[in-house]
């Protein structure tokens, strides 16, 4: 098969059109029919969405060849079904990951990663309680860590979806706790800024992100929550060995926060929020969460209508029209 | 009966004590017992709370000469029954409220009314379009109105519960918006400083707060929600007739805000927020009642233990120690 | 293009039909495959549904010749995709709507409008209280409102969907309220009777009903409930100006009635019962409703079945069999 | 001990008062303190409502002497604790039943029975479906039956709560459907006629009403609705016993309106209404329930305020007022 | 027409085959296009699924030719829409049941139905209380029932849905039983095991389970748990009749068990458990009908993924990934 | 102060007795009168309850010298108010600890703990999985675990409140899972049995258990379900340390049992059983607690109703006549 041309993207494809490039294969099942003949159900991604792939003359050959999942060439058509297209592939090979831009595949946020780390590397730098100051050191420190926090998208579907969505995430809130703390004296600084920077970080174990978003099986069974928790005591078990001492009501107060911040039993947290500081985390998470959300969706709709389609979620259509 | 002395709150009486001092009396009910005595039972109140009253040698004279409500001076003394004191009436007589520290019987906020005031016409004055700039100035005109919304409470129990609550609730709102909204420019600034300005005018009609907080028949009926709904409407009829247009999208745009700030249908909101704008002002509000009802669940707790009381609204205890 | 001929209905056309008639155009939008070719997306409908269009060999200049909504007429091809059907589009263009029946593409009641409307004005014409009967008067006597009140539909899809629905469905309560209102002589008939009339008159403005069903952008961020409440204080004022005192409390029990008509919060009102007036005028919207929403579905079952398809919003499959 | 006097009402009576009363005990419970004292707690009651009851010097003579439950002559005095008064016993003695007047003990509806259950009896007559008036006739025939029918209450607390209550709230459904029926020409009369009388049939088994109401075991265990349905089960087993048919799908039919007259699995029914049938008798019953309920409260308001107090199972207070 | 070749089955048919043989029809529906053509719309089962089928060129001679529900002999193709294949019908004609192999069309269980009914009797003969054997033993002497209750599904979708799946659920439930009742002495064994055998017998009545599995109208209008309730009072009609009397609280406590063993108002029972025995049973058949339920998830699932499919009663996918 | 006499429990104190003897004092408050008097408020406890304490006339010295809790030698009199009865205080002081009978102040299982300890690790050392195996090892051989793991208690209040009662439970839940795992081949014994021993493993944190059950500060903020997971994660990180490898997917497979072992969200499970093993794990926890709860309940019912009084987690009161 000859190189790929330049990407044409999941959500260009129109109906009845020569399809010739590289996708992202996820779950093919091989299946016989009753004659005996054998074909590849899969998936084929990237960025912009994913389509149901059929192979008709496959063999189990082919079938091993793929990446489970990967990137592969891919050459067929495509067919239109109901709104959704599906695509008759006639050849498909894996193909080198070196090769392809995984930009095309996996969104990304539109924010500068590096000024974003940097800002959040700041504002974490002004916690002054020396012990939750430590363990947030301890977090930055750790550059495969970091690098993942980087690349992380911030969830699977709800919102910032991107690589670099969690970062994304941490880092706005991180800047509205800034903006909102001195209104609220009360509420001790330190423990919200550890809480925003810490809250989502065991999403990086939760989800995979090098070639589509999934999860991990482990972020399955375990979840974002629990995991958080646990990278924060094996951080402060690590510090210890080191001789820094993380007091257990310090771990417990941001634990607290990290099982918290859904806010309700119903979203997974297996606590409710029973400090100030717990509160606010939850506020700010869900506000910007749903600012991200709503935003998106009224600038990604595609029709010239006032009003987005419905938003199961959020149990409503959007209005989209501003002020004149 | 003589002047009376000092005036002893409700929260400070203990058992088995001497009371003389005026109160507040709510909803005092006539009755007779089977020997054909007739005794008047009654709430007495002040701004720590209120305790049941009885008066047994009572006579319809006595009955007739009470306000209902109203301040009156009680001579009698204190019983316990469980953990509710009782108090025991032998002479009431209603009492001219000039005579009275109004202060002692409803609670007040401890910010500067003058200055709250004065930021929040700042801050509105910041809006910049036209109409929405019009309505809000028709409301910071009528001088009736904004007595009334500097001396609203924010609610009967859950946060903000004393004169002056609503402007000290709207006002910090004001003061999150302007903090956030730089955060999240997609947001059109002038729809949610109008609509944090205008979301509990209702309150002032919903409420009654002359000696004690009460719900209006008219509040009780309505709500505060549609009430402020029916002003804005009110207000933009107003200036109709004096030649300013307000036109119906915008009244839409600012009435969907005012009836989707409770943000679920289940607290009355008979919208759910479908515009980015109805979102933040949902979000902002509810950040900010919670944090005042937290921190003041956390603050009034008089026990020593680390934990307030169960809070049922809340569904949880909170944990009022600080890090060290 | 020729004239068009006998309109064949949405709900008759099977599949791989030739098309060729008049059909309501919805929400068309212009796309472009990858290769730079334009395709319109369009829903095509009349009153016996709607199905999805797709003309594929589009250009800008057609796509801003259509109504957005309105009547054209179509030519085209059927083809089924599962259990729906879409329409390829040869041809579009937009026809005078004075040319078209109708009727066609709007249900209408079954009853005679003009009588039904002469029973309504008899039955609140008994109402005695001089201010109600005012306020009903006035809007009796509102001839643009009167007219959008016979042609509004009851609902979008649940009960009462076609033209004249909305005054089908208060022309019947009103009739169940006559011959219920004597058992419970506690309830004031008035009320109840008034209530009634005015309970949904906001669907005249929630709703369009011109072409399609469909919501207004005001009716979706206000709705009808909030609406009808609107209504009231605006004819209140107009009365005021003329002389004619509407009392606030009159005012607020009617508008009690219309915002707790829907008996609980999760469905949109921001009120409870708390009248017995208001109860009844809840329990006889309900019962209206589920009787016309029931009858339907019994009687508009296609199957031979004892049972309809599963009714969702009544969570249950419906039996059909009469006794013998 | 001398005679009782005149019946002291529960409800009357006031702190600090003698008591000499016929009262009926329940649930009497023999209790020692450390010391080695034996002493009897107790509920004594009338129709209008029940006190805490305390025999301090007690013996195990006196507590087996006791009807559990039953009418006893009680002589001590009150005392108030908080908003309830209890009953100190000096002396308590069972009473023989023929010597008291039972209406002071149970409320009885104010309505004349006779004349009610002649209602039904035309009512329900006619019925011409052979069926199911065969049905509805075997169970008007059975004098025993029909005596409680008359007797039983409606329900324990919500509403016809009184002697009679089950045939006040039948007669009074019958009533509401032969007034809504011929609105409603689709429904089979016959069926919601039937349904009606025989809905809350298992009422009469369900709970006990002798001296004060209360669940009977098996009542408690199996409930009114599944009672009424054993009920037109059995009685269909003997019309066939005596050569008199009644069909399994007529059984059903009826047996269905009966299993889903509560309209949701939360209010126990056991199936959702499924026919138009069942969703009227569910609403004729709701309906009802719920004006007997909200006017008995309305009406039974102690207090001048305009509103009842609160109502758990409405949540709402009740607005009392009246139109001027 | 040719005999039909061996079975294929529903879930072995590819996209674009010919299909030739026996199947189940059910619910065919005679419809016109408006150019007056008739086609017949149909589903066509076997034990492993159903297929939309549509015969285009039909007629009423056809469609009144073809038995509703019933075998039917079919030649025509497939056609892949989506995921879901549907068959375009050439020929269509009705077989005789004799010449069909009844398993192919109806799953059933794997095990020896004629071993587990016998175990069945063994534990139910453990039952030592007199009137609980008694009632036990005229179920198992009913050979009729017997036989129903040995082909039954336990259920439509959810667990054994298969032939002899009630029985195979009940003996599970009996094995479970007889295992975990030495650990809690208190609980009554016999009302345990008399539960377990009685508590779906109305499932013979509410399923039918002869060529496919539906409900039957008496099944959807009643249900199984009021038609268990049902059987045991007609059996003990019956024994009373021959002299054998059962109690009415033993009928009582069972009839407890059987209305209360789906745990919650929401699943269709009427009662909550109140009887440590009907706690028992209730656990125990969820515990034996989800653990049914995940195993078959677990080993169904066709994918090599780790995970099956989203779990739509369970709200979750299953993990299905082994210890190694 | 002389010696205490032998105990008097709470539950038998009667009102108006003289109170001379040892209880544990909680949440001591030090309170003021407006007469500037200085009082105590506390509860005082054993292992049959708790009752409202007041000292009158107390001073700071006083407050100072109790223990918060602790052990308290009171001397005074009971006064009954409503049901509760309360504790007036003249003298108090704290008392060695080494001189009560700490199981007057917990109640204590019945079993014999180091029987059914033994017979734990006779189950737990069945299981053959090495990793697994070595995984309870290190929780069996750590001695002071084990220790508090004998004497934690089940619970606060639903079930097994008692010192041992975590060990009784989770020694009848292998005794069930025994019983029942031969019966469901599919399910992994290895994975059940040790997800049952660990389950509730962090209740020895979460609940402080020496003088009186009362949740730890860390565990009302953090939960044991989440200190289980902690739990399994330090003993695999300490064995890693010695050389033995958990590997990772067997840490999630006996985490997730954990996380997800209260079946809902709403019980706090932050993930929903998603493994045969943890819905088998769940049934079992869920079936002992309940017939733990309902024994109990039944059991300890003072009166001779046939029904306990209303159990509210239960919804409903119980049945506890036995079949005769």
């Known amino acids: 098969m000859a190189q790929p041309p330049a990407h044409k993207f999941v959500n260009e494809i129109g109906p009845g059109e020569v399809v010739n490039g590289v996708y992202v294969v996820r ?3 091989l299946r016989s029919t009753t004659r005996g003949d054998l074909y590849i159900a899969m998936f084929l991604c ?3 969405g994913q389509l149901n792939g059929r192979m008709w003359q496959a063999s189990e050959v082919v079938y091993k060849s793929l990446p489970k999942p990967g990137f592969v060439h891919v050459q067929g058509r495509s067919e239109l079904y109901q709104n959704n297209l599906q695509i008759v592939v006639n050849n498909i090979a894996a193909i080198d990951p070196s090769k392809v831009n995984v930009e095309d595949y996996l969104a990304r946020t539109t924010k500068d990663c590096g000024q974003m780390l940097k800002e959040v590397k700041e504002t974490v730098g002004t916690i002054r309680h020396p012990q939750l100051a430590a363990l947030c050191k301890a977090f930055l420190e ?5 690098q ?3 690349s992380a998208p911030g969830g699977m579907k709800m919102h910032h979806d991107c690589i670099g969505g969690l970062l994304e995430h941490t880092h706005n809130m991180l800047n509205v706790a800034q903006a909102v703390l001195p209104l609220y004296p009360q509420v001790q600084a330190d423990l919200v800024l550890a809480g925003i920077f810490l809250h989502d970080m065991g999403k990086t174990e939760e989800l995979a992100y090098d070639m589509a978003f999934s999860y991990t099986d482990s972020g399955q069974l375990i979840g ?4 958080s928790l646990l990278m924060i005591h094996r951080k402060a078990d690590a510090l210890r060995a080191q001789g820094v001492q993380i007091n257990p009501d310090i771990l417990d107060s941001i634990g607290h926060i990290i099982l918290a911040h859904h806010g309700a039993y119903e979203f997974g947290s297996p606590k409710l929020p029973a400090t100030a500081e717990a509160f606010m985390v939850y506020y700010i998470d869900d506000l910007d969460a749903k600012m991200n959300q709503v935003t998106a969706a009224i600038e990604g709709e595609l029709s010239e209508s006032n009003w987005t389609a419905w938003q199961n979620t959020l149990q409503t259509r959007l209005y989209r029209k501003r002020l004149e």
Chains 1, 2, 3, 4, 5, 6 share one sequence.
């Open 27 to 29: 779950e093919p099942i």
């Open 46 to 48: 990237d960025r912009t």
């Open 142 to 146: 750790d550059k495969a860590l970091m």
């Open 148 to 150: 993942n926090f980087c």
């Open 224 to 227: 974002h929550i629990s995991k």
